[in-house]
């Protein structure tokens, strides 16, 4: 994978941590299993119960 770019790939987030955007991960092509925050595969590789845990907050975060 080629190198990130701030703002396209990742940004930091008000803690100063890095967080991968969507982008990011269609780039890569597959869910990684980490619940990470903008994972577009609907976190088809974390395990249960936090899958379902982490749809339920999403859809609370931005209801259709």
Do not use: W
């Amino acid at each position: 994978m080629n190198k990130l770019k701030e703002g396209e790939d990742y940004y930091f987030n008000d803690d100063g941590l890095m967080v991968l955007t969507a982008a990011f991960h269609l780039k890569k092509g597959v869910c990684c299993g980490n619940g990470c925050k903008h994972c577009p595969y609907d976190y088809i590789n974390v395990k249960e119960p936090s899958r379902t845990e982490l749809l339920i907050a999403r859809q609370k975060n931005n209801p259709s």
